[in-house]
């Protein structure tokens, strides 16, 4: 069993950063490929990144923006967003998968979410 919890989430102008923290606890975040997931109001859960142990893999919509990096000597995972668009505002979860895969479906365990508000 893995437990997730989101952090880090809030209000922010179009082009400014913020960074989200899933701190884990029961097993260790090494174990498992680590995901990102949004979800705004009305409409599907929709994969942002993830990552195992060869690197991150990213949504075309947050490529060179977004970046997926992980401390397992914290048991946690991180997500730096930078140059925020409107667009990206949403419900941010982490999830924790046996593989690196894109579909939400694929994740075992997942976080509350945390809110990532983006102004104009």
């Known amino acids: 069993q893995v437990q997730l919890v989101e952090s880090g989430g809030g209000l922010v102008q179009a082009g400014g950063s913020l960074r989200l923290s899933c701190a884990a606890s029961?097993?260790?975040?090494?174990?498992?490929?680590m995901g990102w997931f949004r979800q705004a109001p009305g409409k599907e859960r929709d994969f942002v990144a993830t990552i195992s142990w060869s690197g991150g893999i990213y949504a075309d919509s947050v490529k060179d923006r977004f970046t997926i990096s992980r401390d397992n000597a914290k048991n946690t995972v991180y997500l730096q967003m930078d140059n925020l668009k409107p667009e990206d505002t949403a419900v941010y979860y982490c999830?924790?998968?046996?593989?690196?895969?894109?579909?939400?479906?694929?994740?075992?365990?997942w976080g509350p979410g945390t809110q990532v508000t983006v102004s104009s």
């Open positions: 029961g097993r260790t975040v090494s174990n498992y490929a």
């Open positions: 999830a924790a998968a046996g593989r690196p895969v894109r579909s939400p479906s694929g994740y075992t365990y």
